[in-house]
């Protein structure tokens, strides 16, 4: 900018009107071609959204034409072919493990996110952000096979504790099973997962609560929790609430954790601890798929059709909820 | 300032998130067969050769590893040719083989008349060859303390896995184990959560040897809700390993050092071996009126010094192909395949059981026939 600046100055007070009109015109040009690509980019999303709904529609199709008897003949479906019984017991666990998963996970990360922001000293702070950012960076593979091979026997004594001793609450409903590839092991597996993306996002809107509503709070005599709970978390509800749709967005979907710990079973149990009972639509089409037939994949793909649905409805409630507040935290 | 920088700590959880998504895709992962390469062991090499040119195949996951040990070997013997196979199911590589997609493939279950016929037209004016190529135990594994060996009568396995016997010092389980301290312990039942030809194998034999007690029809899904399952032959493995007082069902090669049980035939109890596998496969006659290359195998479970528990898949192929390069390619492959190399190399890689000589024969006979004119 500033050589194209130097040079018009070196062409003198004369030529000094037509220089700025022709930088006008070229910075238009390149103003032009970044508003196409911006809009291209947006466009492209819209297309690509609009591409993989396409794309579920038309591969389920046949799952979705066929007769129950054509269905019925595929080992792993209800003996009545019914797509809606099959899909179903796998909706209910995946909207399951997703609300274990958040319901462990957020007040874990509002309390990392508040020490974050408030508590800690800014040295260790900065350590800590960081180390949670490096939590989201671990494949979930990787979190499978820790939640397989190295978490879940060691889970086999909580979980039967917890159906010893709360065992009248439907979730803790015993026996715990052994060894524990239960729904309970998989929503800490989850939560684990969730964390850093939830942490990440409170701790950002805690940090941006007004400096003046903080002192204000402290001034009038408040200790560090009341201002807090004053000031810091009235102004983030809304932030918390939109970091916990993203987690749950990602734990709606999450297949490779959930296929490698849990004992599947397609029953609306809510007994957490007991093997068999339930599974999720993502684990559930990389299990199948790979020995399933033409209209096996097809059927699979209806079950990604649902997921696809209910994740669409979840980010949309999520949106609302968020607007909402927006407009209540503004007031 | 550090707003920024927060912002772009945000920016890379972001995106590190979505890279961690990316591995989710259960289609390249490396867990899924073919994923990723499996290595191979290094195989005796056959007298080099010179067939030259590509092969395609799918089919059977099970056939993988000692697929890709015969592949291995053939290739190294034949640095000209190139054999591929997709391990997408036995369902997917019969409908490929049947349109032509692939040349070879490999299924558990032998084709149906239907197929059959559809085989025929597609192989014309060839014949149709299916080969018992791949027989290999199936073990069914526990974990229990201080307790290596088990033997279980056919009824009594079906009663643990149906859930009518639910302990192990149950008076069945003991009336087979006679001197053997049983401890008191519920049985833990682990199978395969992914549709699959163990599981098929698996409850075939229990539907034929006990049917009183397995009143369930031969399934590669299984056929009980609920329940201790895992995906596939390692995490059946893992579960059972996990566990105490867990019992499954696994490829023999894959056993680890679980105990395993031996399967009571009459008086005498036999424990999964690559030999007594290969004792029932040569006890079992071959189906009559399916053609000359067509070998399929109609398994006698109940052979008097066999073991019941074997998953025999089989390798499918014409005798000719629209081009002769590719016949003269299968004929060399399935050759390398049914000679001592190469069952060696499928033994080594898969566990798989040696060819009887009787039944190995009839392959070689198969074989030769495949690229001669019809």
Redesign the interface.
């Known amino acids: 900018m500033s050589a194209v600046a130097g040079r018009g100055a070196a062409q003198g007070v004369a030529g000094g009107a037509t220089t700025t009109l022709r930088r006008t015109r070229r910075a238009d040009l390149g103003g032009r071609a970044f508003r196409g690509l911006a809009v291209g980019s947006g466009a492209l999303i819209l297309a690509m959204l609009a591409a993989v709904a396409g794309f579920l529609l038309l591969e389920a199709a046949p799952a979705l034409t066929a007769s129950p008897a054509e269905l019925a003949a595929l080992s792993w479906m209800p003996d009545d072919g019914s797509l809606w019984r099959y899909v179903g017991p796998l909706a209910f666990g995946t909207v399951l493990a997703a609300v274990l998963a958040l319901g462990l996970a957020v007040p874990v990360s509002v309390g990392i996110a508040l020490f974050i922001s408030h508590y800690a000293p800014r040295r260790l702070a900065d350590v800590l952000g960081s180390l949670v950012d490096l939590l989201a960076a671990i494949p979930s593979v990787v979190y499978g096979l820790w939640g397989a091979l190295w978490l879940a026997p060691r889970l086999q004594g909580p979980w039967a504790w917890l159906a010893d001793h709360l065992g009248f609450v439907p979730l803790f409903a015993g026996p715990a099973s052994t060894p524990p590839r239960v729904m309970a092991t998989v929503g800490v597996v989850l939560a684990v997962m969730v964390l850093p993306i939830v942490t990440a996002v409170s701790r950002e809107v805690f940090l941006a609560t007004p400096r003046l509503h903080e002192e204000a709070a402290l001034a009038l005599g408040a200790t560090r929790w009341e201002m807090v709970r004053m000031a810091v978390l009235p102004f983030g509800r809304s932030g918390v609430v939109s970091a916990a749709m993203l987690g749950l967005g990602r734990a709606l979907g999450e297949t490779m954790a959930v296929l490698m710990i849990l004992g599947p079973g397609l029953t609306y149990s809510l007994a957490l601890l007991q093997v068999g009972r339930h599974q999720t639509i993502a684990a559930n089409v990389a299990l199948q798929f790979p020995e399933a037939n033409a209209l096996g994949v097809s059927a699979l793909i209806a079950t990604g059709l649902v997921l696809f649905v209910i994740t669409l409805a979840v980010n949309s409630a999520a949106r609302w909820v968020v607007a909402r507040r927006a407009v209540g935290g503004a007031r | 300032m550090a707003?920024r920088r927060?912002?772009l700590?945000?920016a890379?959880?972001?995106v590190?998130?979505a890279?961690?998504?990316g591995?989710?895709d259960?289609?390249t992962?490396?867990?899924?067969?073919g994923g990723a390469g499996t290595p191979v062991p290094a195989t005796r090499t056959a007298p080099p050769g010179d067939a030259t040119g590509a092969l395609a195949g799918a089919g059977a996951?099970s056939q993988e590893s000692a697929m890709q040990a015969w592949i291995a070997g053939f290739q190294a013997a034949n640095p000209g040719a190139t054999v591929s196979y997709d391990?997408?199911?036995?369902?997917?590589g019969r409908?490929q083989f049947l349109e032509g997609a692939v040349d070879l493939a490999g299924t558990d279950t032998p084709l149906d008349a239907d197929e059959l016929a559809a085989a025929r037209a597609r192989c014309a004016p060839g014949e149709v060859v299916e080969l018992p190529l791949y027989a290999s135990p199936i073990a069914v594994v526990l974990r229990l303390e201080g307790i290596e060996r088990l033997a279980l009568s056919p009824a009594t396995l079906a009663g643990v896995f149906a859930g009518t016997v639910t302990r192990w010092d149950a008076p069945e389980i003991a009336a087979d184990n006679p001197g053997v301290a049983l401890p008191d312990l519920p049985i833990?039942p682990v199978h395969r959560?992914?549709?699959?030809g163990t599981t098929e194998t698996f409850t075939a034999y229990l539907a034929g040897a006990a049917p009183a007690a397995w009143p369930f029809a031969p399934?590669?899904?299984w056929p009980l809700?609920?329940?201790?399952?895992?995906?596939g032959t390692s995490?059946v493995v893992?579960?059972v390993a996990?566990?105490?007082?867990?019992i499954g069902y696994a490829d023999a090669s894959k056993a680890g050092g679980l105990g395993t049980v031996a399967l009571r035939m009459g008086d005498a109890a036999v424990p999964a071996s690559p030999e007594a596998a290969a004792a029932l496969v040569a006890a079992s006659p071959v189906v009559p009126d399916r053609g000359p290359t067509s070998l399929v195998l109609e398994l006698d479970r109940a052979a008097a010094d066999g073991y019941p528990l074997v998953l025999v898949s089989y390798v499918l192929a014409c005798t000719a192909y629209d081009d002769a390069a590719t016949t003269d390619l299968v004929a060399a492959f399935l050759a390398y395949v049914a000679s001592e190399a190469g069952q060696e190399a499928a033994a080594q890689a898969a566990g798989v059981a040696p060819l009887a000589p009787g039944l190995r024969a009839r392959v070689l006979d198969a074989v030769a026939r495949v690229g001669e004119r019809t």
């Open positions: 707003r927060t912002a700590a945000l890379l959880v972001l590190a998130t890279t961690a998504c591995s989710d259960p289609l992962h490396p867990w899924r067969p996951s391990p997408i199911g036995s369902g997917g409908t833990t959560s992914d549709e699959s399934s590669g899904t809700a609920g329940g201790q399952s895992a995906q995490g893992q579960t996990d566990g105490e007082g867990t």
